[in-house]
C-alpha cells in the first residue's frame, strides 16, 4: 500500500524560491493507528512528501503530515509528533546547541537549494589566458569563458559570503583552507581570508542584492546568487548558471530529523530510503530546473568539483 499524507487544510501556501507556484494538497484517506506524523515546512518540503505520496516510493508507510512550527524539533522529542522535515543542518544544530532539544538526529540530507555563479558576460569557466581589470593595460579578454582578473559580486551576509566561497572553490577557481561540508561555525563563516589562493586572480566585492539585482548581474564579470535572486534576474539555474553548488555533502541540505525512540523503525528507513532515491532527485531537477537539487546525488553541477585541501 501506497505512502497516504493527509492534510490539516485545504491547500498549503504556494512554493516559494523553489521555481514553481503551484499549491500542494493532500488526500485525505485515513492513514491508520500506525501513521508517522510529520512536521513538514512549506514548498518543496511538502511537493516532496506529495511525490513520494503519489508514486508510492515509500511502500506500506503512513504519514500525517502537519504544518511545521518554529519549535517542532522540542516538540517530536517530546512525543508530541515522530518525525521533523522543515529545516536545514545549521538550523538543526543550532537547535541542538541552544539545548533545547535531545535524543534527536538526521536520518536522511533530502535536497538543497544551491547558490549558483551566473555572467551576463561570459559563457563558461574555461581555462583562459585572458585578462580583464589588470590595470596593466587594456583588456585582452576574448572568447566566451571568465578571465583571469574578473570582479565576481558576492552576497555581503555572513551566510551567503560562505556559500559562495565554496561555491568558487566548487568550481576550481579559488582554494580555501577549509574542506567543502563542515558544519561548525568556523565552517559556516569562512570569508575571504580562508582563501588560501585564486588561480584566475578573482576580485571579489560583497554586494547587498535588497534591490538592482539585474543591474549588479549587468555589471559585474560575474555573480554569486540565491534561487529567489536569480529570478528576480529572470535566469533560470540549470540553464543560465556557470557553476551551481555541489548537493551531496552541502551542509546546508534540508533534512529529516527523528527521535531516538524511532531509531531503526522500519518506517523511518523505508521513507528515508524513499527520499534518498533516483526517483525524487529526477523529480527535483525536472522540477526546479536548479533552484532545488538532490543532497544524494545530483546531475546539475556544471563545473569541475574541488572540494579543497
Avoid at 560575474?222 to 529572470?234: I, N, Q
Wanted: aromatic share 6%; hydrophobic share 40%.
Amino acid at each position: 500500500m501506497g505512502l497516504v499524507v493527509m492534510a490539516v487544510a485545504a491547500s498549503v501556501a504556494a512554493l516559494t524560491g523553489c521555481g514553481s507556484s503551484s499549491d500542494v494538497t493532500y488526500d485525505t484517506s485515513s492513514p491508520g493507528a500506525d501513521a508517522l506524523t510529520v512536521y513538514a515546512g512549506t514548498g518543496s518540503y511538502r511537493s516532496i512528501l506529495k511525490f513520494v505520496s503519489d508514486k508510492g516510493l515509500a511502500a506500506g508507510v503512513h504519514l500525517t503530515v502537519v504544518d511545521a512550527p518554529a519549535d517542532a524539533d522540542a516538540k517530536i522529542a517530546a512525543g508530541q509528533g515522530d518525525l521533523a522535515f522543515f529545516q536545514h543542518v545549521p538550523a538543526f544544530d543550532a537547535d541542538v546547541a541552544a539545548g533545547s532539544i535531545k535524543d534527536l538526529s538526521v536520518v536522511s540530507a533530502v535536497d538543497v537549494v544551491p547558490y549558483g555563479l551566473y555572467s551576463s558576460r561570459w559563457h563558461d569557466l574555461k581555462d583562459t589566458s585572458g585578462w580583464v581589470n589588470s590595470g596593466l593595460g587594456a583588456d585582452n579578454a576574448s572568447g566566451r569563458s571568465l578571465p583571469h582578473g574578473s570582479r565576481i559580486a558576492v552576497p555581503d551576509t555572513v551566510t551567503g559570503a560562505a556559500r559562495a566561497l565554496y561555491l568558487l572553490q566548487s568550481a576550481a577557481l579559488v582554494r580555501l583552507d577549509r574542506r567543502f561540508g563542515g558544519t561548525t561555525v568556523p565552517d559556516l563563516t569562512i570569508t575571504q581570508s580562508n582563501v588560501l589562493d585564486s588561480p584566475r586572480h578573482l576580485s571579489l566585492a560583497p554586494v547587498s542584492y535588497a534591490q538592482y539585482v539585474g543591474d549588479i548581474y549587468r555589471n559585474y564579470d560575474a555573480v554569486v546568487l540565491a534561487p529567489d535572486d536569480a529570478a528576480k534576474a529572470g535566469l533560470r539555474p540549470d540553464r543560465d548558471a556557470l557553476a551551481l553548488e555541489p548537493g551531496q555533502g552541502n551542509p546546508y541540505a534540508h533534512v529529516l530529523v527523528a527521535p531516538a525512540r524511532l531509531a531503526g523503525d522500519h518506517r523511518v528507513l523505508e521513507l528515508a530510503r524513499a527520499l534518498e532515491s533516483p526517483q525524487v532527485a529526477a523529480f527535483l531537477e525536472n522540477t526546479y530546473h536548479g533552484a532545488d537539487i538532490p543532497a544524494a546525488r545530483s546531475t546539475t553541477n556544471r563545473a569541475p568539483v574541488s572540494t579543497g585541501p
